[in-house]
């Protein structure tokens, strides 16, 4: 289903992200995921705002930009 064959069998059957780093972002296995178990969501950590709420720490400081 990946166009860069990011993921492989893990030992219980189940796909795994072998190749995270081929990922180009297209959606294709959230789509396609039959358990809807792969979502995308922003990293936290690219938002300057965040990176500086999560330098300080407080739960405050984050609950501010949820």
Do not use: S
């Amino acid at each position: 289903m990946c166009p860069k064959n990011v993921f492989d069998t893990g030992p219980d059957g189940k796909p795994i992200v072998a190749r995270p780093e081929d990922c180009i972002n297209c959606g294709t296995c959230e789509i396609m995921c039959p358990d809807f178990a792969i979502g995308w969501y922003e990293d936290p950590l690219e938002d300057e705002d965040l990176k500086e709420a999560h330098k300080r720490g407080t739960e405050e400081e984050w609950a501010k930009h949820r």
